[in-house]
């Protein structure tokens, strides 16, 4: 039997593939691809804001909700650049 040196967590462990997915595809060229990027950077974004209520950490809930908005207004952002 294989055992992990880590326990996975639902909640962290998507949160942090979606937040590092999101980092490279903002890094992209395609406008599309960095929206793709920005949606990742939401939805991991709200997995840690949850994450910090669950473990009653405001300092995770306070930084992460602050991403979030940030993510949020990069979304927007790449958003009103897409061609009509």
């Keep these: 039997m294989i055992t992990l040196p880590f326990v996975f967590d639902p909640l962290q462990g998507p949160a942090v593939v979606l937040g590092m997915a999101g980092a490279v595809l903002v890094a992209a060229q395609s406008e599309g691809i960095r929206r793709i990027g920005?949606?990742?950077?939401?939805?991991?974004?709200?997995?840690?804001?949850?994450?910090g209520f669950v473990h009653q950490n405001v300092y995770l809930t306070v930084m992460f909700g602050f991403y979030w908005l940030?993510?949020?207004?990069?979304w927007k952002n790449n958003r009103d650049q897409l061609p009509s």
């Design 38 to 51: 920005f949606g990742c950077w939401i939805l991991g974004n709200i997995l840690w804001v949850i994450t």
């Design 70 to 74: 940030t993510a949020v207004w990069g």
